[in-house]
């Protein structure tokens, strides 16, 4: 008995720094309305969907930052989406950026930032939360960068791991899913940890400008896209895994975010792709059989991976320089 699910990666266009959550929940709930439309069963909204991608902008007093953050999910702003699924009977992803009241690590509780994203039932609950773990970019004010990435100023690092649940969603009474975001697809250890508890169902959302604004050397433009979709297609393929990867796209103030949303098989091949940078619902049929070649093959974790030959992957963070070979090295 087959077990598929019609999935869509629902793509944004640009939100502008004025413009408020509202107009962004208004045009997801129509993307959620023509994926109802196309029997779309759960929908994959992008990274920080609820607003401009405000990491670019430095903000001195960190608290003037706190009103593109959400205290609360679903709130009055987004519980239009929340209507939406119940009244369309569509699961959804949704990333935002959330304030916590929590204790820290030191038992403190405190308010607390995270890139954050959810999965959400159609009956609204939240099924799953992740928080991004990856964090690109700076914490201070960069004079050197065309345009500042200060998403290590504006979030702490995930403290919620890379959870998998499975839980039931469309007509299946189980799929195994798991989150990321963006930074992190470009990182094998994220999609691992996912692929070692049996997850079916990577989604990620991103926002990736289309230009390197590091000025730390020349990066031709077709690259940023081949080395989002390379990412992706590898972490899927590699973990025997679809992936819904969405994109917020456009121009943003000024600056530029690729599209280019795609959704990959177990095999590593896009089998749906956005070719707007606008609001663009892709869609695809999952057959969540096609995972079981690679996990039951090349990818067979319990056959093949040795961990004792791992040891670095966790405890080392940066790379050391290796020894220098020498005509009386040691044989
Ligand atoms: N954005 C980018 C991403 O990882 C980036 C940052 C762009 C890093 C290009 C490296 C190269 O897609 C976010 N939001 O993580």
């Known amino acids: 008995m087959s077990r598929i699910l019609t999935v869509a990666a629902a793509q944004l266009g640009p939100i502008q720094n004025a413009e408020g959550r509202d107009v962004a929940v208004q045009r997801m709930v129509r993307l959620m309305e ?3 439309k196309r029997g779309v069963e759960l929908v994959v909204f992008p990274e920080l969907a609820l607003t401009t991608f405000f990491p670019r902008h430095y903000h001195d007093d960190i608290a003037v930052a706190d009103r593109w953050f959400e205290p609360a999910m679903p709130s009055n702003e987004t519980a239009p989406l929340f209507e939406a699924a119940r009244k369309y009977g569509i699961g959804f992803h949704l990333g935002y950026a959330e304030i916590a009241q929590e204790a820290d690590e030191t038992g403190l509780v405190r308010k607390r930032r995270f890139n954050t994203s959810v999965l959400v039932s159609p009956e609204g609950d939240i099924l799953l939360k992740y928080r991004k773990v990856h964090l690109p970019g700076h914490a201070a004010f960069a004079p050197q960068r065309v345009v500042q990435h200060l998403e290590k100023r504006y979030f702490e690092v995930g403290n919620l791991g890379f959870p998998v649940i499975r839980a039931p969603m469309g007509g299946l009474e189980g799929i195994n899913m798991g989150m990321m975001i963006c930074n992190d697809r470009r990182w094998p250890e994220a999609w691992r940890v996912l692929g070692l508890q049996s997850v079916e ?45 969405t994109a917020k796209a456009g121009i943003e103030d000024g600056c530029e975010l690729f599209g280019h ?63 220098v070979w020498s005509k009386n090295s040691a044989k």
């Open 261 to 323: 949303s795609i959704i990959v098989n177990p095999q590593g091949e896009i089998v749906a792709m956005a070719s707007t940078w606008d609001d663009e619902l892709i869609t695809a049929d999952l057959d969540f059989g096609l995972c079981t070649l690679g996990r039951t093959t090349i990818f067979a974790f319990d056959q093949h991976r040795r961990p004792e030959a791992y040891e670095r992957i966790t405890s080392q963070v940066g790379a050391v320089d290796p020894p």
């Open 34 to 36: 023509r994926a109802h």
């Open 201 to 245: 169902l990577v989604m990620l959302g991103y926002n990736t400008p289309s230009i390197n604004q590091e000025a730390g050397g020349f990066e031709a433009h077709h690259l940023r896209v081949f080395h989002s979709h390379l990412s992706i297609q590898a972490g899927a393929y590699q973990n025997a895994c679809f992936a819904v990867a």
